[in-house]
């Protein structure tokens, strides 16, 4: 049976991470696999990688669309802040190694298990102006290197309990404080149906600020069409609202990798009309 590809007219850029499947294979081949299949590849903390491998494949087409933008640190912390910030600067040259466009943040770095290392549910008005600022410093850095920070939503109930600016509402709220195309938030929409919900109304308020989107089914975060989101549903919505950017599966394989991409790739699938 031929493996589907992505459809050279497709509206969206679809991506696949690396991390979560094709989990028996070394991560080089991986990557390889995805991008046979005409995907673009994420992957999470580049520190363990082989960049200069990485880089070279960038001549067969492959292409790292998006990264772990810091190590480690938190939005609001004095200490948090300032571990959060030199650490994006190494990030940076990491993506400047495999022309990376995009390195991903959250509120504050996770530990064994997705839990936050400073859990903080409820911030405090003080440290939403905190995050703020700390994420306009990012962004600034973003723009020297002409690079762009994504600020992922997560889920507090089943992952990440305790992290804070969760929700998507949350992180739309500070990326439209910072207000630059060097920030721009990841719209998970795995975490977004578990904490949130509505997702197509959440793409439609959201989208003046995506950087990219990325899905996994719920409940258990395998390829779309093995949960309860209609995903060809919001597939078709972020078409007729305009969205044109990346959609990237963020998720493990219920089975066969080749047959979760498969599964992937006809859902978002959308050819714009010529």
């Given amino acids: ?23 028996d294979r ?3 081949e991986r990557v390889d696999a995805i991008a046979a299949r005409g995907l673009k590849v994420e992957m999470w903390d580049w520190g363990g990688k082989d960049l200069d491998a990485l880089a070279a494949r960038r001549a067969d087409g492959v292409e790292i669309v998006s990264m772990t933008g810091y190590v480690e640190g938190d939005l609001t912390t004095d200490d948090g802040v300032a571990r959060l910030l030199a650490t994006a600067e190494q990030s940076l040259a990491a993506a400047e190694r495999i022309d990376c466009p995009r390195l ?5 770095g996770l530990g064994e298990g997705g839990i ?4 903080n549910e409820h911030p405090s008005p003080g440290d939403w102006l905190r995050a703020a ?3 306009r410093r990012l962004a600034a850095l973003g723009e020297r290197e002409g690079r762009v920070f994504t600020l ?11 992290c804070p600016f969760a929700l998507a509402r949350d992180t739309r709220t500070l990326v439209a404080a910072v207000d630059s195309p060097h920030l721009r938030m990841n719209l998970d929409l795995y975490h977004a149906q578990i904490g949130e919900g509505n997702l197509i109304e959440l793409c439609r308020a959201s989208q003046p600020w995506i950087g990219e989107i990325q ?3 719920v409940p258990g975060r395998a390829q779309p069409g093995t949960g309860e989101v209609n995903y060809r ?10 969205y044109r950017g990346t959609v990237a599966m963020e998720a493990f394989a219920s089975g066969a990798s080749d047959d979760a991409l498969d599964e992937f790739i006809s859902t978002f699938t959308v050819e714009m009309a010529q």
């Fill in 133 to 135: 600022d700390t994420l």
């Fill in 233 to 242: 549903a919001v597939a078709l919505a972020l078409m007729d609202m305009g």
């Fill in 1 to 23: 049976m031929t493996a589907t590809t992505v459809a050279a007219g497709n509206a969206f850029t679809l991506a696949a991470c690396a991390e979560m499947i094709f989990t």
């Fill in 116 to 119: 936050p290392v400073v859990a």
């Fill in 26 to 28: 070394p991560f080089l």
């Fill in 152 to 162: 992922e939503n997560l889920n507090l109930p089943v992952d990440h309990p305790g």
């Fill in 215 to 217: 899905v996994a089914d």
């Fill in 104 to 108: 991903n943040v959250h509120g504050t």
